[in-house]
């Protein structure tokens, strides 16, 4: 999915990126699987893919520029790490939670301070799931995790009509990011999703853990069990597939997500889903 973009093309958007951040960040186009911000460095990166209609690219950049606007860099890490503790999951995990909670609010705010990218979000995010970048077809989106629902439901559900079922609980935290104003308010929502899927996680695993007929001395059920709890990052960020987009890198995680700390995946990006209904969330890959 990657080709060479022209580099008329390129510098104008770098400009265009520059002028929605209101600051001097680095613009990069790189061969990488999603969008990407890195909160540290300020350099905001982009991906080279083949065929990406000006929409696409304009969704990508409101994407991640919002996160240069509104994701707090110190915040993020430390939080991650607060709720990685709380929840028995590793902090790439919390990352990945916090990722698509944000999505949510960045992409909203974004919107509404440059309303001219509302048609760029609906037509970017219909050529990614023409071209089935959240790999959604024929999968069984309902039986996915928590995290990974709300993250389609905010790509896929808002731009698309994806139609994504959730419980009147897990609907209450999906509308809290309808309103989410704050960080406080993302790390907030993260923690709820976070206390629903690691509660069936941990379920999960305690029901795997258990002695199986025809096991013998139980060393099939060990085995078992370390095979269940080895997956412990989800894929977008983003972007992640962008929690999370095909190939979340996650530098954002876009349910798509990453290894820099400091950088968000775009949400577009990364941010799919995963297939098993006890897997992470892939989000974390990133768009940003």
Avoid at 1 to 22: C, D, E, F, G, Y
Avoid at 239 to 249: H, I, L, P, R
Wanted: with cysteine; hydrophobic share 30%; aromatic share 6%.
């Amino acid at each position: 999915m990657q080709n060479s973009i022209p580099t008329v093309q390129t510098a104008t958007k770098s400009v265009l990126a520059r002028l929605l951040a209101t600051e001097n960040i680095s613009v990069q186009h790189s061969d990488v699987p999603t969008a990407a911000f890195d909160l540290k460095t300020r350099t905001l990166i982009l991906p080279r893919w083949k065929d990406m209609s000006n929409s696409l690219y304009d969704m990508l950049v409101g994407h991640e520029v919002s996160h240069a606007l509104h994701t707090p860099q110190t915040e993020w890490t430390a939080d991650a790490k607060t709720l990685a503790a709380k929840h028995g999951v590793d902090a790439t995990v919390a990352k990945q939670y916090l990722n698509i909670a944000e999505d949510a609010r960045i992409e909203r705010l974004i919107k509404t301070k440059f309303p001219g990218l509302r048609a760029d979000f609906f037509k970017g995010y219909g050529e990614l799931y023409a071209k089935n970048f959240f790999e959604t077809n024929g999968a069984d989106l309902n039986s996915l995790c928590l995290g990974d629902r709300i993250n389609l439901h905010f790509k896929l559900g808002l731009h698309v009509g994806t139609v994504l079922h959730f419980t009147a609980d897990e609907a209450a935290i999906r509308d809290s990011l309808d309103t989410a104003e704050t960080w406080a308010d993302i790390v907030a929502a993260a923690d709820r999703m976070l206390a629903v899927d690691a509660a069936k996680w941990q379920k999960e695993q305690q029901q795997n853990a258990q002695p199986q007929s025809g096991t013998g001395n139980g060393e099939g059920a060990g085995e078992q069990q370390q095979s269940s709890s080895s997956g412990e990052s989800p894929r977008g960020e983003g972007e992640d597939k962008a929690a999370t987009g095909n190939g979340s890198t996650g530098q954002e995680q876009t349910p798509s997500s990453g290894t820099d700390e400091n950088a968000t995946s775009g949400g577009s990006e990364g941010e799919g889903s995963s297939k098993s209904s006890g897997s992470k969330p892939r989000s974390e890959e990133h768009t940003s």
